[in-house]
């Protein structure tokens, strides 16, 4: 009896086991557009990093601000002498110290440093966008490779269907004596190429998952579904409005602008550098063989520095500055004319793949309806096999490219939704 229990356990640990491994296996995640975007962000390295530096960047903008504070300083110091040399000694001495240092002029340095720490800092808010950005772009030419795989796994699979009809008529036709047994083997070639084509696209979808789990940091057992379709949303945008919204939005222009500052800021210290600098210091100090307060002595300085002759130091240190600022104009200028030519790029790309879509969609209209004739004519009997498989790998052909098209315009917009600096399709 204790036998039979004891078998009855070990039968329902290994179902409860069995239960949820299957459980595990059966994991699926189905996800929007938005939701893979926001999961990239969250999990690319790149972005984290940048959120790091963000931090990093805002408690040095909190150092350099307390520059501008008075600094304070107690020193104190508690001395046991336990051998008495002199009669006049006592056993126990008190040192204290308190002092405060303040600068009141340093000629401009101090408000030019904590200036450039802050623009570092937004600066850095804008990087962490630009990546975010292209994180997006990237992210997107994933998706779509995946919506493009999955249309065309549907395609091929109505290929392979619409083969294996004609295979069965091809016999069918041979026991009658229409088609010859050239007629059928034909067929079956093409059912295999057919199943060939149906392998590699499954496997391309496959991979294309899985780099885009990996990027989004799920678990490779984890079946990825996406909740949308290959499809396509015309836009109509004239060079001067992307232009216009670029050269006001792009991160990367807000980063030169700023970049720009901080070497004006550059200058200002440098020629800040030149001048005298005025600091106060005020100081109470007393000693003695009790602590007291009362006593101590108790002064305020000021301080007056100034470099009669430093060799041209200073000098040298402005005109490098300047320079520094001249060359950074031309850099701008560099970046402003690509910008431009990437504006009339992406432009043309979109309208490009905009007509090849039409054409493609005029092809598709063409080779269904050639298909449907031969079709007719194939049932009949008045066309071998031959003709019919011609039609159907031209309409097979003709998808492929319609999809191919739709394809590539998802990504000349996400292209110039990435020169722009916005998302278009859902601004």
Known sequence: MKSKIYIITIICLLLSAVTVYAAESDQKTVLSKEE???????NNPDIIKLEKDLEIAKEGLKG?????????SLNSIYTLNSDQQLSTMSKDSYTFDLGLQQPLFMGGQLVAGYEQVKKNFEMTKLQLEDKRQEIRNQVLNQYYQILQSKKMVEVNQQNISTIKR?????????EVGILTNT??????????????????????LKLSKLRLKNDLGIGKDVELILDDELTWQEINLTEAEVREYAFANRFDLQQLELREDVLELEVDKAKGAKYPTLNLSSNYST???????DDGNFKVSLMLSYDIFDGGAKDSKVKQA??????????????????GLAIQESLLK????????ELAELSLTQAKENLRQNEIQYQEGLLSSFYVLEAQSTFKQAQTEYYKAIYNYNLAVANLERVMGRDIVTS
């Open 64 to 72: 350099v601000k307390a520059s501008f504070y008075p600094k304070i």
């Open 322 to 339: 300047k320079k520094e600022l001249e060359k950074f104009n031309i850099t701008e200028e560099q970046t402003l004319n690509n910008i």
């Open 287 to 293: 000693m003695g063989d009790s602590l007291k307060f």
């Open 166 to 174: 004609y295979l069965e008529i091809a016999r069918i036709k041979k």
């Open 36 to 42: 893979v975007i926001e999961l990239a962000y969250k």
């Open 183 to 204: 007629d059928v083997l034909r067929s079956q070639i093409d059912l295999n190429k057919g199943k060939q084509s149906l392998l590699q696209i499954e496997n391309s």
């Open 350 to 357: 979109v309208s490009e793949a905009r007509e090849y879509i």
